[in-house]
Each structure stands twice: as structure tokens, then as C-alpha cells.
């Protein structure tokens, strides 16, 4: 009898997901965005969905890991300076009030929900920072849901997310519990598609790429975009028999030879009429909306991380988008889908995985 497979069955009969929600911590809307009772809704649907598919995942396993992005290459420390001087002044707020640098740790991973899969493939690469000690405090800090005062940025390759809002989150997530699978909904979705297909790339070493917020951010009194721009100005060759995780053993090498660096870069949004907040398929036309440099991430030189007392660590860690100062909170129906869903998911696998 697989006892931990039917607690978690168990816990998913008992405690409906509508028990444990975080609908009043969600903040008044503004600039635009959409946000009533039949978002909420469409945010139980999902939550149903993701919860229904990581218990399937976990199957009989100790272990249950993240949903989305599950495998890590690593949990690297570094730092983040801030240098806001290239911003108007209305949008030095939050995160970019004052020069400053901050201690982080970066973890860079894969998209696939299944983390056995090969490096080798073409995914969605992941990259989530977190930044440490920051002068301000975030909005579950806020809400006294948690103490830590830290800003994560939970970043992927892409520049725009591959559904546009709460409605069509649900569409897709209910798509993957159909016969066929997600493949109806994509084929019926173009646009959708067309992201994922530019997102999922077979990549050499973490470090050649750029990683990006995709969803919008507020910044004062507009919303825009953030970015991670590699400083790496040569890309690595694929190697010939690359081993399952060898994502991970290229990080090491890179990381164990000298530090590597990413400058960070935000759009500000200057079109907000074609640049809806609401429509996170949407790129934004970098000519009209051009990015700013406002600072640098930089990864220290470093051994150990994929020692196994760093990689349960690491395992543990959770990043948020929502562990953000309300000046640069973010934006759109679809970030909302996910302040329910993150940490519902985290409370879910942290429960889990303590018994
Ligand atoms: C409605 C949209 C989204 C939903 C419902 C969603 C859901 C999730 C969930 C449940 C996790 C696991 C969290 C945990 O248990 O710790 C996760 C992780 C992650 N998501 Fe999303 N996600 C969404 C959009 C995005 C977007 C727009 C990005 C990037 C721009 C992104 C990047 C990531 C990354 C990088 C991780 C791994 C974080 C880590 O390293 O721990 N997600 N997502």
C-alpha cells in the first residue's frame, strides 16, 4: 500500500482547495487591470489542475518537487548592484530607489515538468534570483504571511508568457488533463504556440542565454518589463555525448574558473494601450519601449553548490514573484492566477515533504 500516495489523495478530499486561499491579500486593481469573480474562478480551476498533476507526478516518491521547473542545475550565490540613474524619478521606487547591492542566490533550471528529462532537449530554460536583506519589505511580508525581507525574480527565455490571461490559463490547464493532451488547444491557440515554440531551446551552458520577466511589473506609476542580459560573449558548443545533467556540470566549470555576470535591464511600458497588461502574449516593440540599464547581477567565483547538502538546500527553496515591494508588484490577471497558485503549491509540496 502506498500510504504517502493516499494521504496526499486524502488531503485532496478533505481539504478542498477553496480552504486555504489568499484572495484578500490580492491588491486593488490599477493601470488597467482585470480582476473579479470570474477570475477567481478561473484561478480555482487551475489551482485544481496543478494540484491534481503534482500529486500524479510525485506518484509513490519521498520527494514532491516543484511543478513547473523542477529541475535545478544549481543554487548559485552572487550579487546585485542597483544603479537607478538612468530612470526618471518616478520610476526610482522600490527595488531601484537608490544605488545599492544586495546579496542573491540565483537558480537556474528547466521548464519540463518531468525533472528525469535530458539537458540535451529543447525546454524553457528558468532563472529565479533572490535578492537578500533588501531595504524594503515585500507584499507577503506585508500581509504577514512571511518574515524573510527578500525580492525574488522569477525569470524564464522569453520575452512574453505563452497564454495571455486567467480565461485562457484555464483552457490550457484543463487541456492537459484531455485525451490529447495540450497539443487541440495549441493548434487552436497560434499565438500561444508560436512561444512556446521560440522558448523551448537546446542550450549549451545556463550561462550563455537571457532571461526575462515575460509578465509586466509595475514601476511608480506605469508597468514594465525586466531582463537579464548575459555579459558571456561567447556561447558554448553543444557537446558531443553530453551526459543527462550536463546543464549543471557546465555551471560548475564556468562558476569554479571565475565569476560570470548579467547586466539587468528593465522596459519601461510607453505604449500601454498595445502593450495590454492583461495580454501577457503580447511582446512589447523594444523601439517604442526601449530597455534601461539599472544594474548588474554578478556570480562569484565558486565550488560546492552541487554537493548534495547544496542541492537539498536548493531543493527547498521556494522564489515568488510576488515577494515584491507593492512599487514594483506584479501587473495583469495572469500574475494574479499566480500569487494564488505559488503558494498554494509550496504549502501543498512543503506538507508533503515533511512527513
Ligand atoms: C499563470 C502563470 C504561471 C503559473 C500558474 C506558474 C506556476 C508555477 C508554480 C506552481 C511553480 C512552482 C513554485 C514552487 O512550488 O516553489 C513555478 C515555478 C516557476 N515558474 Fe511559474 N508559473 C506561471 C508563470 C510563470 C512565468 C511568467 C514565469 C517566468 C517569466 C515563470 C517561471 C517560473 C520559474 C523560473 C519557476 C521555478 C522557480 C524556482 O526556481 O523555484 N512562471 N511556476
Excluded at 489568499?22 to 486593481?29: A, L, T
Excluded at 527547498?316 to 507593492?326: E, G, I, L, Q, V
Aim: glycine share 6%; with cysteine; hydrophobic share 35%.
Amino acid at each position: 500500500m502506498n500510504y504517502q500516495l493516499l494521504g496526499a489523495c486524502l488531503m485532496l478530499l478533505v481539504s478542498p482547495i477553496t480552504s486555504a486561499n489568499f484572495f484578500s491579500i490580492q491588491p486593488p486593481v490599477e493601470q488597467g487591470e482585470i480582476w473579479g469573480p470570474k477570475q477567481v474562478a478561473n484561478v480555482e480551476e487551475v489551482a485544481r489542475v496543478f494540484r491534481e498533476s503534482l500529486i500524479e507526478a510525485t506518484g509513490d516518491a519521498p520527494l514532491m518537487r516543484r511543478d513547473a521547473h523542477p529541475k535545478a542545475h544549481g543554487c548559485v550565490e552572487g550579487s546585485l548592484q542597483i544603479n537607478p540613474e538612468n530612470l526618471k524619478p518616478e520610476h526610482q521606487v522600490g527595488l531601484f530607489k537608490e544605488q545599492q547591492t544586495y546579496k542573491t542566490i540565483t537558480r537556474f533550471s528547466n521548464g519540463d515538468p518531468n525533472h528525469k528529462k535530458d539537458d540535451d532537449k529543447a525546454d524553457v530554460r528558468g532563472m529565479a534570483t533572490k535578492i537578500l536583506g533588501t531595504t524594503y519589505k515585500n507584499l507577503l511580508q506585508e500581509a504577514s504571511i512571511e518574515e524573510d525581507q527578500v525580492h525574488d525574480l522569477v525569470f524564464m527565455n522569453s520575452d512574453e508568457f505563452f497564454i495571455s490571461n486567467p480565461k485562457q490559463y484555464e483552457k490550457f490547464m484543463n487541456a492537459t488533463q484531455g485525451r490529447f493532451g495540450v497539443l487541440p488547444y495549441l493548434l487552436t491557440h497560434w499565438r500561444s504556440l508560436g512561444v512556446i515554440l521560440k522558448a523551448r531551446e537546446k542550450i549549451a551552458n545556463p550561462l550563455d542565454i537571457n532571461y526575462r520577466s515575460a509578465t509586466p511589473y509595475k514601476i511608480g506609476p506605469n508597468s514594465m518589463k525586466m531582463k537579464f542580459e548575459t555579459c558571456k560573449k561567447h556561447v558554448d558548443v553543444m557537446p558531443k555525448n553530453a551526459t543527462p545533467n550536463f546543464l549543471s556540470e557546465k555551471l560548475a566549470k564556468s562558476l569554479a574558473a571565475g565569476e560570470e555576470c548579467f547586466d539587468f535591464l528593465v522596459q519601461i511600458n510607453r505604449d500601454p494601450k498595445k502593450n495590454d497588461i492583461e495580454d501577457s502574449i503580447n511582446k512589447w516593440n523594444v523601439k517604442k519601449s526601449p530597455f534601461v540599464k539599472v544594474g548588474r547581477l554578478t556570480l562569484k567565483k565558486q565550488v560546492g553548490f552541487l554537493e548534495d547538502a547544496s542541492k537539498d538546500k536548493c531543493e527547498k527553496m521556494t522564489f515568488n514573484p510576488w515577494r515584491a515591494p507593492m512599487a514594483n508588484r506584479p501587473l495583469g490577471g495572469l500574475n494574479r492566477v499566480r500569487l494564488e497558485v505559488y503558494l498554494r503549491q509550496f504549502e501543498f509540496r512543503t506538507e508533503y515533504n515533511q512527513k
